[in-house]
């Protein structure tokens, strides 16, 4: 197995170089997780190889406004796109999706699927999240979680602070080392990025909050801020 690592010099974007050659199974995440960058729709279309399986996860594609950038409702030769039916709705512990694309790998993933027994609460989770009232309501939490979004990177960008600019429900940003401890013990919780491929200590992952949560965010980093050295 290859890991390809998107750079924080380049903005996080993949390198479709990158891949070898010979490989017949790539992954990508679209947005990706932790940098929330969206891949242009052409460039993924462009990995497709003969004898090749393209798996693009859209898990956090809800979060994107018009769902730019997605595959979902395309059928190509050798592509398939995993998506999401809790996570745009913060459902804890209920995990329910679906697959879709070439419809040979589709039935081939079918017939080899593992029988389960699957809960109340995800039946009922799946028909609320398909249901005509979600559509709309999907759209506008949409278009809310880029307001925020924005008024959180706006935040980090007047304060000079390096992040990846997202389309996700999350930020990726430098905080600095010993930031995540530091806001954790004033009562403000950010998420590690240590533990993914290719990033350090210095960069945490923040979840988009409504602004009021946000500023209070804001108000424990500067607080953190003025307590680290300048050297």
């Not at 990706?32 to 497709?48: F, K, Q, Y």
């Not at 398939?80 to 679906?98: E, M, N």
């Not at 080899?112 to 109340?120: G, I, K, N």
């Amino acid at each position: 197995m290859t890991t390809v690592l998107c750079r924080p010099e380049n903005g996080f974007a993949l390198d479709p170089d990158a891949i070898p050659d010979d490989a017949d199974l790539v992954v990508i995440g679209n947005p990706t997780n932790p940098t929330g960058v969206l891949h242009p729709a052409d460039l993924l279309r462009g990995l497709r190889r003969r004898g090749r399986l393209v798996v693009v996860d859209e898990a956090f594609m809800d979060a994107v406004p018009g769902e730019t950038g997605s595959l979902a409702r395309e059928r190509f030769k050798g592509l398939v796109v995993v998506r999401s039916l809790t996570k745009h709705w913060s459902i804890p512990g209920i995990r329910a999706g679906y697959i879709v694309g070439d419809r040979t790998q589709v039935r081939w993933l079918a017939d080899r699927q593992t029988p389960w027994s699957v809960s109340a609460p995800a039946i009922a989770a799946t028909i609320a999240c398909t249901s005509r009232t979600a559509t709309p309501e999907a759209r506008d939490r949409a278009a809310t979680l880029a307001r925020w979004r924005d008024f959180l990177q706006g935040g980090l960008r007047g304060r000079g602070i390096d992040y990846a600019p997202s389309a996700a429900p999350f930020v990726l940003a430098r905080l600095g080392r010993g930031a995540h401890a530091a806001l954790r013990e004033r009562g403000v919780a950010v998420r590690r990025a240590d533990t993914f491929p290719g990033l350090d200590s210095t960069w945490v992952r923040i979840a988009v909050r409504p602004p009021g949560m946000t500023n209070q965010f804001f108000t424990a980093l500067d607080a953190v801020r003025l307590l680290q050295p300048t050297s």
